[in-house]
């Protein structure tokens, strides 16, 4: 089966094009089975293709096809196989508007505000990475006079990466760029809820790369996730996603004992001070809370420590600046605010927005409106919310909703916010407001978050090594220091010269 890789911006089309395909070994194929599930339009409620319910036979035949792969992939010079990625993100960023339509359908992220970024960091990913094949590079030990001894850095072999929906181009690139550019093969599986985008960047990549190096595979955990885990012949695994589903793929590795990288989530802190710049501050906690991805957002600022000689003031900035954002239809220029990806996780989150209204002392406040258009009547749009008069003890404020729903926290001892701060089983990002620098270092310091960030809200980006502590997972993504540690093994040499 062929689908063109010409640039197509209609997403509906391309779409119903992907329909139902997997692309493995370098060409589309549809499950062993013949079985598909539906793909959703989360602002409309209606099916817009079919994808591949792939099991143990379709993961099969792409980690064999990889296996076989990788083996003349690995003896190509690093710099080779890094220009190679490299073009792989030049020929992305021809199609980030196409790219950034399509995962705007079949997620729900507004296209200006969301989905066309995400596209164009992809293809950025890419770059960097290939960039960095020359730094594939061992090191020589001074162990005896008479003897050579050095270590040198080789692939792992076939890599099973594993991904969400919230951010799937971003979240795949981090793993294959690097995986790639190391000497290794990729078998993805993507989130059932969003096949359709990185089925099409597989396709165009495989324009440039040899067949069997990179496949995907789309399908549900039990069925596809997991026989990609214990398959015998997949040296490394990938992970993002939920806490517990990460548990079962470590349990899963350590069987096999491999090696193994979770991001899995946070309930990330905000520490707003008194003497904090407020036009800066509100912006940032509104970019923090990635309300316009809905609060779904593993990096979500979703618990905002706010002095209280500022807190009302705080609150209503950002209630005037969010009530101005537009919600509706994900594909249309002007939406800000797009929808919740899928049922599951609507009800999930209203169900914290019933939490927190039975919460004692808690004040609800809504933001911005719901859309008007009758055809987004059946959309998955929720209002995102702010509650205030509440505690860190509280479950909204301990537990991660993924959804558009922010817990603001007065406080007023700097000792004492931190270690709430801190009183957290996530530990993946953190972010405080100051103008105070030893303050700013103070928190820098204490903070127990993998990724802390002092008067600013950024995003992942290439070069920003970028990972958890505590439950939020294992390992770092996104910079040489990981392509390094989680894709290459490290081999010592020692020769003899007497």
Known sequence: MTVSTSIELDPFKLAKSLSGLNFVAGEFRPAASGKTFPVVNPATGQEVAQAPF??????DLAVQAAKKAQKEWAKLP??????????????LADHVEELGRLIALETGKALRTESRVEASVLADMFVFFGGLASELKGETVPFHPDMMTMTVREP???VGAIIPWNVPLLLMAMKAAAALVAGNAVVVKSAEEAPLTVLRVTQIMNTVLPAGIFSILAGFGPECGAPLVEHPEVKKVTFTGSVETGKIVYKAAAEKLIPVTLELGGKSPMIICADADMDKAVAGAIAGMRFT??????????RIFV?????????????????AMVMGDPLDEKTDIGTIISDGQFERVHS??????????????????????PKLAKGKFVQPRIFAGITNNDRIAREEIFGPVCCVIKWSDFDSVIEAANDSDYGLAAT???????????????LEAGFVQVNQNLVVQPNLSYGGVKAS??????????????????????INMQ
């Open 54 to 59: 792939s099991e143990a036979a379709d993961v």
């Open 156 to 158: 792992v072999g076939v």
């Open 473 to 494: 997972g294992l390992g770092k993504e996104a910079s040489l220091e990981s392509m390094l540690e989680h894709f290459t093994h490290k081999k010592t040499i020692i």
């Open 78 to 91: 690093a710099r080779n196989r890094g220009k190679l990625v490299a073009e792989c993100g030049r020929v």
């Open 432 to 446: 405080i407001w100051t103008t105070n620098l030893k303050m700013a270092m103070d928190a820098t310091r204490r």
């Open 293 to 302: 991805r809905q609060g779904q957002s593993c990096t979500a600022s979703s």
């Open 307 to 323: 002095h209280e000689s500022i807190h009302d003031e705080f609150i209503a900035r950002v209630q005037e600046k969010v009530n």
């Open 352 to 373: 914290y927005i019933k939490l927190g209204r039975e919460t004692k002392g808690a004040t609800e406040i809504v933001l911005s409106a719901m859309p008007t258009d």
